[in-house]
């Protein structure tokens, strides 16, 4: 009975050292800590987003050569378009304002094919979510968040940037969306 009662000490002893925590564990962050990017921030962010999008999938369709606005209508999309890299800042209402043009400008079978194109995209960044597995130190990930870093032109970096400071313009700074605009544009010319 001793001898039963002194392993069951020991075993109960060494099970509670291997527990406790060590000195070279990292600190661990607290669980109410709240994510860098709050759905807030995403919905002032989500215009940009959207043309982020809109304008890449356009410049692919163009570039296919399955997409062929008029000439009114491309004439309509330069103008439109042309002054988005002069901006300093682009901001929710004018990237809405953008969008909703660039819609306008198209017909009907025009905006079911961008239509199209976007469920195709989107479709492929949720195999994409579905697949990665994410570490985020700040919180559980945002998924609609990168879902977005899937499909915008300079990827997660950017769209987190955009959810950061909703008036960033991707456009007027140098890098892959401003070169998207420079050949979304040089494909409007006639």
């Given at each position: 009975?001793?001898?039963?009662?002194?392993l069951?000490?020991?075993?109960?002893?060494?099970?509670?050292?291997?527990?406790?925590?060590?000195?070279?564990?990292?600190?661990?962050?607290?669980l109410?800590?709240?994510?860098?990017?709050?759905?807030?921030?995403?919905?002032?962010a989500?215009?940009?987003?959207?043309?982020?999008?809109?304008?890449?999938?356009?410049?692919?369709?163009?570039?296919?050569?399955t997409?062929?606005?008029?000439?009114?209508?491309?004439?309509?999309l330069?103008?439109?378009?042309?002054?988005?890299?002069?901006?300093?800042?682009l901001?929710p209402?004018a990237?809405?304002?953008?969008?909703?043009?660039?819609?306008?400008?198209?017909?009907?079978?025009?905006r079911?094919?961008?239509?199209?194109?976007?469920?195709?995209?989107?479709?492929?960044?949720?195999?994409?979510?579905?697949?990665?597995?994410?570490?985020?130190?700040?919180?559980?990930?945002?998924?609609?968040?990168?879902?977005?870093g899937?499909?915008v032109?300079?990827?997660?970096a950017?769209?987190?940037r955009?959810?950061?400071?909703?008036?960033?313009?991707?456009?007027?700074?140098?890098?892959?969306?401003?070169?998207?605009?420079?050949?979304?544009?040089?494909?409007?010319?006639?």
């Open positions: 009975m001793t001898r039963a009662l002194l069951a000490c020991l075993t109960l002893g060494l099970a509670g050292a291997a527990s406790s925590p060590r000195m070279s564990d990292p600190p661990r962050p607290p109410s800590r709240p994510s860098a990017h709050t759905p807030a921030q995403l919905g002032q989500r215009p940009t987003l959207d043309l982020l999008v809109t304008l890449r999938l356009l410049a692919d369709l163009l570039e296919r050569g997409f062929a606005p008029a000439t009114g209508a491309r004439a309509e330069r103008e439109m378009l042309g002054d988005l890299a002069a901006r300093p800042t901001g209402l990237a809405g304002r953008a969008l909703e043009g660039v819609r306008a400008a198209l017909t009907v079978s025009q079911g094919m961008l239509d199209r194109a976007r469920t195709s995209l989107e479709e492929r960044a949720d195999l994409l979510l579905a697949r990665a597995r994410f570490a985020a130190p700040d919180g559980p990930p945002n998924h609609a968040l990168n879902r977005y899937f499909m032109p300079g990827g997660l950017l769209a987190r955009v959810a950061a400071a909703p008036d960033l313009n991707p456009y007027a700074e140098a890098g892959v969306n401003a070169q998207l605009l420079r050949r979304l544009l040089a494909k409007l010319t006639p």
